[in-house]
């Protein structure tokens, strides 16, 4: 799909509003990207280089103008157990292969079959991340002291009560600005950014990281990557989503799902973590005025110029702040609504999201998640249209009685619905000749195949002539390529 508008128009249709945006989105990643790289177990300089990288790389090869791409509380999820076992080298590994997989999967125009997962999963998914970061915050708050939960408390109350007042700038970054100055102005002894690991005192270079060229490493390696590649498409999507809903404008999947691999895989080079697309970010991107590439380009580039020459300050940022940020981002994130549609949405839905949500907490895995969730909306759905099958016996008036028996099957026939078809027929009680009318149904499987030639097969058992008529051409040519096995005497 192409976008509404050419490529100057992407870039430079709207610099006043994008690069004021844009500004306003760079001072709110700062926290962001510093919490994330402290759930993942990192220094903060790894999350701020990423942010830096993927916002500037999707910026130019992304699919969707406007939507601003860094390091997220998703993917850094994700990351803990692999850091935590082997170290920092082979998350810069696991960065690169993870942008190599999606971008063979944009290669592959794979990026549509995100519209297989349901809004149920969806909805699960979101609120499992909501569940995880808020989890992730409480080493930092739980045993830290009284000094740690009322500067925690103070930043909350500020977050939440600024924009009553004014909206001009952002009011996470505000409260980290008073809550930092309160803690050097009264010398309050908290654990600051400083003490979580060295920041970034200069810009990023090329590098490759250290790790084996083995099988081994691979074996290590691919099962996070694929993870990472599938949570990082899957909330780039939704965000996506989100943004075209907005903005009413078009968007570029596969291209996206590219942009994406490009960003990861360059930014492993960097000395970066995985990102994607922020859900958060991307919405104050867009209701801030930005609509072009600009946007995250300017949002990128100033995050490194404040962190890279202002890094003495934001050294001394008290991790209460940052977890007063995170509380919001999580409680922002949860979708309230969906437990109050617990009472009205059909049980089956509900289902899918809730086990979504439970099978995520437990494992810490977002992709396990999404995957028993996808799995039961399918089972749930054959279910459905396999009910709508019906397979009727009319009487015939044509010739006398006895001599034919009529069926109708009227519906979709797969492997949920086979055994419904299978039953439905009369094998005590046959006519010389049995007449199956199809033409109100539909052969979508081997199992659908295989079903109705073992019906075949069980009325020639008992001595009739079996004839198929009203066959579609798409179940003709399926039963021709699995082989017909059509029993002696039968017809069609």
């Known amino acids: 799909m192409q976008t509404h508008y050419p490529l100057r128009q992407q870039w430079l249709g709207n610099v006043r509003g994008d690069v004021l945006s844009g500004i306003v989105v760079a001072l709110a990643l700062i926290p962001e990207a510093i919490a994330f790289s402290i759930i993942a177990g990192v220094d903060p300089r790894v999350g701020l280089y990423a942010s830096f990288s993927i916002a500037v790389i999707t910026a130019i090869a992304g699919g969707r103008p406007g939507m601003i791409s860094a390091a997220t509380g998703a ?28 971008m063979l999967i944009g290669a592959l125009k794979l990026g549509a079959l995100m519209r297989f997962v349901s809004r149920s999963v969806i909805t699960g998914f979101v609120n499992a991340l909501a569940i995880l970061i808020f989890m992730a915050q409480l080493p930092e708050l739980v045993g830290r002291g009284p000094a740690v939960y009322l500067l925690c408390a103070a930043g909350l109350a500020i977050i939440y009560l600024l924009p009553r007042l004014t909206r001009a700038v952002p009011s996470p970054l505000v409260s980290i600005v008073l809550l930092t100055a309160v803690v050097i102005g009264f010398g309050i002894e908290v654990r600051t950014v400083g003490d979580m690991g060295q920041l970034p005192d200069r810009l990023p270079a090329f590098f490759i990281p250290d790790v084996p060229l083995s099988w081994e490493t691979l074996r290590i390696l691919l099962p996070v990557s694929a993870t990472l590649a599938v949570v990082g498409l899957l909330e780039s999507m939704m965000t996506l989503q989100i943004v075209e809903d907005i903005t009413q404008t078009p968007s570029q999947r596969n291209r996206e799902c590219v942009g994406q691999g490009l960003a990861n895989t360059a930014t492993g080079f960097l000395g970066g973590m995985a990102g994607c697309a922020m859900i958060g970010q991307s919405v104050i991107n867009v209701t801030s005025g930005g609509r072009g590439r600009l946007s995250c380009l300017v949002a990128g580039s100033l995050l490194l110029v404040l962190v890279v020459y202002g890094s003495d300050l934001v050294r001394q940022i ?54 028993s969730g996808v799995l039961l909306s399918a089972l749930f759905f054959a279910r459905k249209v396999g009910r709508l099958l019906v397979v009727e016996q009319v009487a015939q008036e044509v010739e006398a009685p006895g001599d034919v028996q009529t069926y109708v099957v009227r519906g979709q026939v797969f492997f949920a619905s086979a055994g419904q078809l299978a039953a439905a027929f009369d094998y005590q009680h046959v006519a010389p000749r049995v007449v199956i009318d199809l033409r109100d149904a539909h052969l979508w499987d081997l199992t659908a195949v295989d079903a109705l030639q073992r019906v075949q097969q069980k009325l020639a058992a008992h001595g009739a002539q079996v004839q198929l008529i009203g066959l579609n051409a798409a179940s003709q040519t399926l039963i021709e390529q699995v082989g017909s096995r059509q029993p002696p005497g039968s017809g069609r």
């Open 75 to 102: 993917m850094a999820l994700v990351m803990v157990d692999l850091v935590k076992d082997h170290g920092l080298q082979y998350l810069f590994a696991a960065t690169i292969l993870t942008g190599v997989l999606q």
């Open 318 to 371: 008290p991790m209460a702040a940052l977890v007063a940020v995170m509380i919001m981002v999580s409680i922002g994130t949860f979708s309230w609504r969906s437990l109050r549609d617990l009472r009205t949405h059909p049980p089956g839905s509900s289902a899918v999201m809730l086990l979504t949500v439970v099978v995520t907490v437990a494992t810490h895995d977002l992709a396990k998640g999404v995957l």
